[in-house]
């Protein structure tokens, strides 16, 4: 079966190769991403790889990380905070928003 890269700027199709897993998607499944784009998420770039033009940035209010708001590549890596602010995961789990128990 041909396997697709579902990032959409890539589409790389193959039916070898080794494939990375991305981010949860609705279905309870993890996005299928080539090799490529499954090292970007897995070093958490892929938005700054792929989506670095793209609306919807914002600074993390402690360390001014650039955010993804809105992203799904993006959505476990920050959390919204109750002032309207958004606060990178790192930030989050030091101020203790976050416990250190959850991945």
């Known amino acids: 079966a ?3 890269c579902m990032n959409a700027l890539c ?6 190769g080794e ?4 981010w ?3 279905s309870g499944d993890l996005a299928s991403l080539c090799d490529k784009c499954g090292c ?3 070093q958490s770039i892929f938005c700054e790889v792929f989506h670095a033009k793209e609306s919807g940035w914002r600074e993390c209010n402690s360390c001014d990380k650039r955010l993804h708001c ?3 590549a993006s959505r476990f890596m920050m959390e919204l905070l109750e002032n309207g602010g958004v606060t990178c995961i ?3 789990k ?5 416990s250190m128990n959850v991945s």
């Open 90 to 92: 790192s930030c989050a």
């Open 11 to 16: 589409g790389a199709a193959s039916t070898s």
């Open 19 to 22: 494939w990375k897993k991305g």
């Open 24 to 26: 949860p998607m609705r």
């Open 2 to 4: 041909i396997k697709v």
């Open 70 to 72: 809105g992203c799904i």
């Open 40 to 42: 970007a998420y897995e």
């Open 94 to 98: 030091k101020s203790g928003l976050i």
